[in-house]
């Protein structure tokens, strides 16, 4: 946990957000900004800066993460039209918040990835 840290604030409930999904790991909650019309934030409540980091310090936790965004995939019925999965890692691929997150997209046809 930092304290510093908006995921971590989110995880411990001192920042609202929509949480759609959550296991003993994991949180997972509505994107603030989203892309496209199904669009959730997995996180680990271990706070670490992106998710090559977090398979260094808990490599479990990244199963987790798969596990509930398939989860939510089912909850959000975007199984069977598919989804996007995607760690932005680092400034250059536009990560923002430095706190391990899988972004979940669906609902809609997907354009190129970059
Ligand atoms: P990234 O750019 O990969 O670091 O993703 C960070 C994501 O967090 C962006 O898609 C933001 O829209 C989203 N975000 C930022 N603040 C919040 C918030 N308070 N609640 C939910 N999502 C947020
Ligand atoms: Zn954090």
């Known amino acids: 946990m930092s304290s510093d840290c908006l995921f971590?604030?989110?995880v411990q409930g001192e920042i609202p957000a929509t949480i759609v999904h959550e296991t003993e790991t994991t949180t997972a909650f509505r994107d603030i900004s989203p892309q496209?019309?199904?669009h959730v934030v997995l996180v680990p409540k271990l706070h670490s800066p992106d998710a090559v980091s977090l398979v260094k310090a808990a490599p479990g936790v990244l199963d987790d993460l798969f596990r509930a965004a398939g989860e939510v995939a089912e909850a959000e019925g975007v199984t069977d039209g598919g989804y996007r999965l995607l760690f932005n890692t680092g400034a250059d691929?536009?990560?923002t918040v430095?706190?391990?997150h899988l972004h979940l997209l669906g609902g809609?046809?997907?354009?190129a990835l970059a």
């Open 93 to 95: 691929a536009g990560q």
């Open 8 to 10: 971590c604030r989110i």
């Open 36 to 38: 496209a019309p199904t």
């Open 98 to 100: 430095f706190h391990a």
């Open 108 to 111: 809609r046809k997907l354009g």
